[in-house]
């Protein structure tokens, strides 16, 4: 996919595909993205926070750590009990929310516009889980620190785990080995590496596995059970979809064991 193209895009609402990327494309549509976009200026807002009711060093200090402590482990939660639990598609009133912020990721791994979760789900997500931990800790002041750093590591998470589905070989080691555990979560066994930029919590959960080796490969990688079964029984985000769900990224052949 050439510049001009990914300009273009930019203007004209076309989807981008990682899959397709280089690394210096992917810095021009990150740093220009409208979900990122509203994110730094809420960075920005909440630092305005931080100053306005300054609750001290110490107290800015440790809840930043608080927030840097606890955010892995809430987005392991998340991720593994809710975006890829069942209920969510079971429901009618919820099957558009389950569609939206994992269902099309897995089943399109490469697209940017499902890569990146919706403000209107992240942002109070975020809020609810980083400024009663800041608030707990020092008052207003460090509840704004707690969501400066909750939505900074989210901006950080967010350009990862496009590293992650990117067109692109990554020059250090760790972000090697960090991209070649998501891409397993992705094309070989979705229930394990949760984790985007680190997977400590899934080691202490027993959820980590480091190669295909380890493990079968999941029949259910790339709909996360939502199968024809489960379409025909709860067809909602199948009709939202347009079309059935997929067991295999477009081109894969019927008989094909090897992750894409």
Not at 93 to 101: A, D, E, F, V
Not at 130 to 156: D, S
Not at 219 to 242: E, Q
């Amino acid at each position: 996919m050439s510049g001009t193209l990914n300009n273009a895009s930019l203007k004209t609402g076309r989807s981008f595909d990682l899959g397709k990327m280089n690394l210096q494309q992917l810095w021009v549509a990150y740093l220009t993205y409208p979900t990122i976009l509203l994110y730094f200026a809420l960075i920005a807002a909440s630092f305005i926070g931080v100053c306005l009711f300054f609750a001290g060093w110490t107290v800015t200090l440790l809840t930043a750590l608080a927030v840097i402590v606890v955010y892995p482990l809430a987005w392991y939660l998340l991720h593994r009990y809710v975006l890829h639990g069942h209920l969510l598609y079971k429901n009618k009133w919820t099957s558009s929310l389950w569609k939206r912020i994992h269902f099309d990721h897995h089943q399109d791994p490469h697209l940017l516009d499902v890569l990146f979760g919706s403000p209107a789900t992240t942002l109070p997500t975020i809020i609810l889980i980083t400024a009663p931990i800041g608030y707990l800790i020092g008052g207003i002041g460090a509840a704004f620190t707690g969501v400066c750093t909750g939505i900074t590591i989210t901006c950080i998470y967010e350009f990862f785990h496009c590293i992650q589905h990117l067109n692109y070989k990554p020059r250090s080691a760790w972000i090697q080995r960090m991209k070649a555990r998501h891409v397993l979560h992705h094309f070989h066994d979705e229930d394990g590496n949760y984790g985007i930029t680190s997977f400590v919590v899934d080691r202490v959960f027993g959820s980590y596995y480091a190669d295909a080796k380890a493990r079968p490969r999941s029949p259910t990688v790339f709909n996360l059970g939502y199968d024809l079964k489960a379409a025909d029984r709860y067809p909602w985000v199948m009709r939202l979809t347009g079309a059935p769900p997929r067991d295999r990224p477009d081109g894969a052949r019927p008989d094909s064991r090897r992750p894409a």
